[in-house]
């Protein structure tokens, strides 16, 4: 029952071809939506700063100390410096003791403000 059925010539003839032109037309179709090239999302070119002038490093002393989370991207993000200008500008408040680091790691450094600290001595 089932050879007699796939045996017949007639029937395997009559889909081959309709599956090769559908081929073909996918393939085309293919072909020509491979040819439109996204350029792709290209994210906006930071203009940040990589030396410290008087006005961002007197927002560094003011605003820093009060954000709860400090870390040198968002002080980077907020005060239009370089990353690497960030992070020395954070070394430098924590000499100085304003803020204080919770997490030192070769990736990230993490610092909060010293309110703890004014608690304990009241």
């Known amino acids: 029952g089932i050879n007699a059925e796939y045996g017949k010539t007639e029937r395997r003839?009559?889909?081959m071809p309709a599956k090769k032109a559908d081929r073909a037309a996918a393939i085309a179709k293919q072909k020509g939506?491979?040819?439109k090239w996204s350029k792709g999302k290209t994210a906006e070119k930071l203009n940040n700063n990589i030396v410290w002038d008087q006005a961002t490093y007197d927002k560094l002393l003011k605003d820093v100390p009060t954000y709860k989370l400090i870390t040198p991207s968002v002080v980077s993000d907020r005060l239009r410096v370089s990353v690497a200008l960030a992070k020395q500008g954070l070394r430098h408040l924590e000499g100085k003791g304003i803020i204080r680091n919770i997490v030192r790691h070769s990736g990230?450094?993490?610092?909060?403000?010293?309110?703890?600290?004014?608690?304990?001595?009241?």
Not at 110 to 121: G, L, S
């Open 108 to 122: 990230q450094q993490v610092y909060t403000r010293v309110i703890v600290a004014e608690k304990k001595e009241e």
């Open 33 to 35: 939506k491979k040819k």
């Open 13 to 15: 003839g009559q889909r």
